[in-house]
């Protein structure tokens, strides 16, 4: 199952801590303040979860995969997620037993 924002809004409402009709504007504005501090090329780091980082890719050459044909890429910005290591842990546990 996809985390929509609609069910992080139904999962806020669930627990008690706001009601349906706060739930949507934070969430909301939440996601808000995120898209801008990426846009402003900021990381987003959320301690135990993981980081979000804008990275510069350079101009490149690259081929079609149907035509073979040779293509140029632009520069651009993307964003990149690294787990923090306790989420690692937690999605990975035999790993961890493994590291040990």
Do not use: W
């Not at 035509?67 to 787990?83: A, D, H, I």
């Amino acid at each position: 199952m996809t985390l929509t924002k609609a069910h992080i809004v139904e999962r806020l409402f669930a627990k008690n801590l706001f009601s349906k009709t706060e739930s949507s504007p934070i969430s909301g504005r939440l996601f808000e303040l995120l898209k801008q501090s990426l846009e402003h090329g900021e990381d987003i780091l959320i301690n135990r979860f993981g980081k979000f980082c804008v990275r510069e890719k350079l101009q490149r050459r690259v081929r079609k995969p149907q035509t073979g044909e040779p293509v140029t890429l632009r520069p651009r910005r993307v964003v990149t997620f690294k787990y923090a290591g306790s989420s690692r842990m937690k999605l990975n546990p035999e790993q961890e037993a493994r590291d040990a």
